[in-house]
């Protein structure tokens, strides 16, 4: 997340034109654009289009069907926490809860001052050291609430 | 110098690996030892990892689970001679959890170095493709289908038939696509091939491209699996540095290559069609059938999409032959099935067997019960689609079969063990949350049902109209399972249903008391 830099539409494009000789080539690209940009903003959408010889309307389907493009950009860090039915048997579900509330925080939003987006995930693969979470790509067993408040206040900081 | 091996496996990192690494490199470069280290995959011994090994001239020993602060007084102990230490396991390959087990698909994993392709075939690698460029693929897919081989995603559906009818289709242009988007809570078993054998899946899709005749493969990888992309790309990079991938497979005259594709965090696009359309670039929205994906699949080609566990067990098949495979297992469910513990249990890990175990076997004999120490209430198995079986039907054997006949399904081997705290009407509304979330919206009983359903369970907890939103929900869930599309929808009713048959109680608690929570 906190490698991200701004929009800049040059650059997009390429991105785009480095993905175009792949079958099958927009996942590649929606990836590589977010990795770049932290977001797949609005502005992508034409430009994608127009690349990929499809609809608007069709490009902007697909980028707003998967969980993971994000349409602007999110915190500084983000924390996914998984609610997948092998953590909610070793508590997940309150824990997150309960961290929810104590930043005043709803899935998939981030801190008014922009240092961590809390979103759901469901399943990471991590079952066997329920409840599992993931910062900033960085897969953690076994978290608790303690965790939880110091990556929260990690993020803070960095 | 002495070897040994710290797991890169994400349940080893997700552990503290990573601290645990740079503690033992900086231990032992300040005590002057000289060391190996190998990032190997995980044994399977999940409650173990980190789960350190050494070489010693006895065998490899375990010790673990190891943490950072651990290292001083290991190397204290001698243990890079195999020393005694509180974490140590004795030899890691004579630990009791392996007693029982027949490791097929796993024979490899946590023992190689996952990127090492002279590792892989000094340990029995691409046997098996080359006894099917010996007996060309007419015999190579009927090895396949002698096995007994059933996709092990969770169709079940026989391997040999779907290689039989993409080989017997027109060319030239077809693919080997690998479903890798592992997405059911309580499985692990791709991403531990992926990242602890890679090899067994590159062999397994070249001996399927041989067999069928395609020349391009692609890997389907959720991306919430980071690591096993990572070592994925390396393997697939050591494999055309071999010559095992390109123009020339290991000088047959055979050109295929693989390229992995990472999705997008749809759960849906692990159905195959929706799959595909994603790999097009698409919504992954699912395909009516037919047309069969084995007829007009990627790109409309024809198109052999199988699970990873199915194509990794394929190299095993051929180079022992399809008999020695179906030799293990009961009824119809042949071989080997890698069953995944996890949840609420004492040992988690993965355990690979011959089909037929018993349910209570699996989670009190091999997974020790509960963590929490409390009493077992329910294991769902198969994942957010399959069913709460509770403690009375532990005595189902793990067949294919016998849990469809209690209204259940093995999906991919996954088993999540809950206690007795556990409030299945949560869980129920929970299986139709999901269901809702994850919903691709192309037909109406999924889209629609899934919201009614979350809405009526609602109802039910708030103690509303209880008998009459039962009856409701149930003729809901009938509707869901026979007009659905695809196994999202149609499956989404098990474990809803099964929590209702099985713990009524749950659903009829006093409105006060579902209020409160």
């Known amino acids: 997340m906190s490698g991200a830099v701004p929009w800049n539409e040059a650059r997009a494009r390429e991105i785009i034109d480095a993905h175009l000789s792949l079958e099958g080539p927009a996942l590649p690209i929606l990836h590589a654009l977010h990795d770049e940009f932290g977001c797949v903003p609005e502005a992508a959408t034409p430009i994608l289009a127009d690349a990929l010889n499809v609809s608007r309307a069709e490009m902007h389907g697909v980028i707003t069907f998967y969980h993971d493009f ?30 929810l509330a104590r930043l005043k925080l709803d899935w998939g939003q981030t801190t008014p001052d922009g240092a961590l987006t809390v979103e759901p995930v469901y399943c990471l693969g991590l079952c066997s050291h329920s409840p599992s979470a993931m910062y900033d790509g960085e897969p953690i067993g076994r978290v608790d609430s303690a965790t939880l408040d110091e990556l929260a206040q990690e993020a803070k900081c960095a | 110098m002495t070897r040994i091996f710290v797991p890169r496996d994400m349940a080893a990192i997700a552990m503290g690996a990573k601290k645990l690494l740079a ?21 399977g011994m999940l409650w173990l990892e980190p789960l350190i090994e050494v070489e010693t001239p006895a065998g490899r020993v375990g010790y673990g689970p190891a943490k950072a602060s651990d290292v001083a007084s290991l190397f204290d102990a001698c243990f890079l001679s195999g020393g005694a230490h509180p974490l140590c396991v004795g030899k890691v390959e004579e630990h009791p959890f392996f007693a029982r ?4 698909t796993f024979q490899r994993c946590g023992a190689i170095d996952p990127v090492s392709y002279e590792h892989y075939v000094a340990h029995g690698g691409y046997k098996g493709l080359d006894r099917a460029f010996a007996i060309g693929p007419a015999a190579t897919i009927k090895e396949i289908a002698d096995s007994g081989l059933r996709g092990r995603g969770g169709a079940g559906f026989p391997t040999g038939i779907k290689w039989k009818t993409v080989a017997d289709c027109a060319g030239p242009k077809k693919y080997v696509v690998v479903n890798a988007d592992e997405g059911d809570s309580g499985t692990f078993a791709d991403r531990m091939i992926m990242e602890g054998d890679p090899f067994s899946l590159i062999e397994g899709m070249t001996i399927c491209a041989f067999a069928v005749g395609a020349d391009k493969g692609y890997v ?11 070592i994925f790309d390396e393997a697939l990079a050591a494999a055309r540095a071999a010559g095992a991938l390109g123009k020339n497979v290991r000088g047959s005259g055979l050109a295929f290559d693989i390229e992995l594709r990472i999705g997008a965090g749809a759960y849906v696009c692990g159905e195959e069609t929706s799959l595909l359309e994603s790999l097009e670039g698409k919504r992954g929205i699912v395909r009516a059938k037919p ?22 067990t394929a190299p095993m098949i051929l180079a022992d032959g399809g008999a020695a ?48 120490g409390r009493p077992v209430k329910a294991v769902q198995v198969g994942g957010p689609l399959g069913a709460y079986v509770p403690v009375s039907l532990f005595d189902t054997p793990f067949d294919y079969e016998a849990y469809t006949k209690v209204d259940s399904l093995i999906g991919h081997g996954g088993l999540v063990v809950f206690d ?14 999901f269901c809702a979330i994850e919903s691709c919206g192309k037909c109406t009983p999924c889209r629609i049902g899934s919201t009614r359903g979350v809405e009526t369970i609602d109802k039910i907890r708030r103690g509303e109209n209880v008998d009459a939103n039962i009856a409701l929900l149930e003729d809901l869930c009938e509707t869901m399972k026979f007009g659905s599309l695809c196994a999202l929808g149609g499956f989404a009713p098990y474990p809803v249903l099964s929590a209702l048959r099985h713990f009524p ?13």
């Not at chain 2, 087990?101 to 097929?104: N, P, S």
């Open chain 2, 23 to 43: 503690a033992i490199e900086n231990e032992a470069a300040a005590r002057g030892e000289t060391i190996e280290i190998v990032r190997n995959g995980s044994r």
């Open chain 2, 291 to 312: 047309p069969l994906p084995a007829h007009e699949g990627l790109f409309g080609k024809p198109t052999v999409v199988n699970n990873v566990l199915s194509m990794a």
């Open chain 2, 505 to 517: 109680e749950d659903f009829r608690k006093p409105a006060l008391e579902a209020a409160a929570e």
């Open chain 2, 420 to 433: 007795d705290t556990t409030d299945m009407s949560w869980m129920a509304r929970f299986g139709m949350e």
């Open chain 2, 325 to 372: 495979y179906a030799a293990y297992g009961m009824g119809r469910s042949r071989g080997t099935i890698p069953l995944q513990i996890a949840g609420n249990v004492k040992y988690p890990g993965l355990c690979e067997v011959p089909f037929g175990l018993k349910l209570g076997e699996i989670v009190n004999d091999i997974g020790g019960g509960t963590r929490s």
């Open chain 2, 101 to 104: 087990q027949r490791r097929v």
């Open chain 2, 220 to 230: 389907y990888l959720r991306s919430e699996y980071p690591i096993a992309a990572e």
């Open chain 1, 70 to 99: 994000n349409r602007e950009p999110h915190g500084r860090h983000t924390l996914k926490i998984c609610r997948a039915e092998s953590c909610q048997s070793m508590g997940a579900e309150t824990m997150a809860r309960d961290f």
